[in-house]
């Protein structure tokens, strides 16, 4: 037996690209973006009642990660990318039918349209359901995870000075965080684990319309070069 499913709306994310993505919903709170609903639900009656939610659950599709071929081991980049893990073990983005789950903060509710926080998203991705978090059920005291008992140690982000005014500016422009963001993305420390770069190795992502660039000057620190527009 199949089934199919259609997205109720499409998220417009400042995330414009994969790389420096969070890996975990929650841990960039200056990472913004829209829920753009679809008809028929964009329509009031749809979203009576969410504004006395501070958070959803959002149900998507992992949209530039379908495989034809199902996984049933990944390497999750938690354990550096060179250990095997069952895929239901994970929340790999390879997934035997492409759908991810992430909490999010809901910031602001419109008819047709939610705004959201603290998103790990990228931008065009379909959304299939919205479900209210409710803390009573979903926050519970004994669970626990061997894997990833404790969210991963953030690292020192530093900026040339021209890269700090830059990224001001631009944040100005678009009446959003970005200092911010930059800094809690790559806190997390965005690039493959098993890599090891060397201080002239420059690495790059695209958040909102602006181009950043960074690199390692030495282990556990990274220093934003400049902010630019893409």
Known sequence: MSYSVTPIGFVRSCFKEKFAIPRQPQLAPAARGVLELVAPFDQAEAVQGLEQVSHVWL????????????RLK?????????????VFATRSTHRPNGIGQSVVRLDKVEPGRLWLSGIDLLDGTPVLDIKPYVPYADCLAGAHNGIA?????????????TALAEAQAHGERLGEPLVALIEQCLAQDPRPAYQQPEPARRYGARLWDVDVRWHYPETGRITVLEVTPA
């Open 149 to 161: 008992e404790q969210a991963p140690a953030p690292i020192t982000v530093d900026w040339s000075t």
């Open 74 to 86: 990944v390497r999750p980049p938690r354990l550096g990318g060179n250990q095997s893990l069952g």
């Open 59 to 70: 149900l998507f599709i992992f949209h530039q990660a379908l495989e034809d071929k199902p």
